[in-house]
Structures are given as C-alpha cells and as structure tokens.
C-alpha cells in the first residue's frame, strides 16, 4: 500500500523566510537559541512562564520541554500558528494528546538539530510529522479515545437537565461556589451534583470532566 | 475481512523495530516480512475487535488520505496481511 503517511518528509522551503517562535522549559535554553538561530532574525525564543497573549508574524510555533501541561498550556492559546512540539521521546500518550489538542507535529526533544529543522519546514508547509514507527500506536490510542468518547456522550443523555447544567459550569473550571452562584443553588447542593455528575460519566477527576467537556464541545459545537 | 471488524493477528508471529520500519517474522515457516509505517500501523489494529471504520478514522487522522482513501488502503493491506498468514480471518 502506498503509505500516505507525511511524516518527515524533507522537500527545501527557503527556511530564512520562516519565523519561529520557540517557547521552552527550562533548561532547554541552548536548543531554543540555536533554532532561531538558524531561521528569519524575527524569530525569537521565549521561556514558559513568558507572558504571550499572542503568536502574531509567527510561521511556525515550536514548544519544547518534557511537561505535558507546558503542551497543553501552550496550545490551549488563541491563534497558535503550525505548531511543532518537542517531549519526551516515544511518549505515545503525550504525543496523541498534543495532535489531539492541536499540534501537527511531534518529535523527541533529543532530536538532532537538523531533524528539527527539517522538521519546522514541513510544519510550516502544514505536513504533519511523528515517528513514522508510532502511527500504529498512535491510531490504538486514537481507537481508544474515540470508543471512549462515545461511550461518554451516550452517558451524558442520562444526566438530568440541571445535571447537565452543573457540568458545563463545571467544565469551565468553577468550584462548587462558582457553581452555586451561577445556578442560584448553595455550594453543598453543587458538590452533590459534581459527585453526580461525574460518578454517572465514569470521571475521576474535574481536570477529567474539563477534558470531556472540551473535547466534547469542540466536537459537537454544544453537547 | 468483513465491513465490520478487522481480523486478529497471528499471536506466534514475531515483531522487531527500529526508529523507521517493522520487521515481522513466522517462527513456523522462518519467513520475514518488513512492514512500512502503515502497513505496520495496519497490523497493530488487527485485533479482532477494531473495526475497519474505526482504523479507516484514526488512521485519516494521522496522515494525510481520506477516510475513504486510507479504507482502500486498509482493506488491500489486509488483504496482504491474509494471504502471507501474518492476521487470521
């Protein structure tokens, strides 16, 4: 079969064009200087914890670290341009995540610098890229988190009306007075509806339920 | 294969990596067989259980064809896998 699979691919683009905005975890300084170094002057290198309320210019996005919450973190921002993340090596579980949420390509943060190169122009031409080997990895996950999905969304039609309600202000990340004041209802009472709630959905946490919800929405544009 | 699942691979067939391709091998006949990206990919998800849309979704999703693309693609590699006694019916 023809692979159709566009990891990795290397057709030239005049990369000096390209501005790439890297913005990294600590200790990956060394790697991030020497990335923009190699394309347009405009790019630039930005620690985490750098406020960037904006990618404007930017061509490529490149974050690189070993955290899953510096991914999610970074691509949960409006308008990232084609972002290319650099994490653990072989993490299939990071790596889905990250595609999941946004980016369109993964490599390990180890990578030799002339594959990350390599790999921010196929970025910017919007062709994916991930270790070729991991696709059948990824596509079990993908499986997984599809039959789970769906499992879920049949579980959401059983919650009540006002259940449904304490789960999308849930969702959004309030706590129980948060809840209580939306809905007009006392924080014991919302407690009891999130114990509910996510004891009916099969979730074990809110960061959990805020996944669902977003992964949801997104789907379906309201559940 | 059916339109509804994928068939289950060969338990006694044996699998090495590398960072770019799949070697699988028949212990029974001492046959080798390397695998591309997909067509490993293809494999892994024949597990009796996936099913061909389910495969033809994930796997569209990572790479570039469309689901009715990659389903072609799914079923010929199948098809492959079935014949070289690599998956069973």
Request: with cysteine; aromatic share 4%.
């Amino acid at each position: 079969m023809s692979t159709g699979y566009r990891g990795m691919t290397d057709t030239k683009r005049d990369e000096a064009e390209l501005v790439v905005k890297v913005i990294y975890e600590e200790g990956y300084e060394p790697l991030a200087a020497a990335v923009c170094s190699l394309f347009d002057p405009r790019s630039a290198s930005l620690r985490l914890d750098a406020k960037v309320t904006a990618f404007v210019g930017d061509d490529v996005l490149l974050v690189v670290g070993d955290s899953p919450d510096t991914f999610r973190s970074v691509l949960s921002r409006a308008n990232t341009p084609p972002t290319l993340v650099l994490g653990p090596t072989n993490d299939t579980n990071i790596m889905l995540e990250v595609v999941e949420i946004g980016a369109i390509g993964y490599l390990s943060n180890g990578s030799p610098l002339e594959t990350i190169t390599n790999s921010i122009r196929s970025v910017a031409r919007g062709t994916a890229v991930l270790p070729p080997i991991m696709l059948g990895a990824l596509a079990r996950q993908s499986v997984e988190r599809e039959r789970r999905r769906q499992r879920v969304k049949e579980k959401l039609k059983d919650l009540t009306p006002r259940q449904r309600e304490v789960f999308f202000e849930a969702a959004k990340g309030q706590d129980k007075h948060g809840i209580a004041e939306a809905l007009c209802i006392s924080p014991e009472t919302a407690r009891t509806h999130v114990h509910n709630v996510m004891a009916t959905l099969g979730l074990h946490s809110r960061h959990e339920l805020i996944s669902l919800a977003y992964e949801l929405r997104y789907e379906e544009g309201d559940v | 294969m059916t339109d509804t699942s994928l068939p289950r691979r060969d338990p006694d067939i044996r699998i090495h990596t590398s960072d770019v391709e799949a070697v699988l091998t028949n212990p029974a006949t001492g046959s080798v067989y390397r695998l591309n990206p997909t067509a490993l990919a293809v494999w892994e998800l024949c597990d009796g259980q996936t099913t061909l849309e389910e495969a033809a979704s994930a796997l569209a999703e990572l790479t570039d064809q469309s689901p009715q693309e990659i389903t072609q693609d799914i079923r010929r590699t199948v098809d492959e896998l079935t014949e070289l006694g690599l998956v069973r019916e």
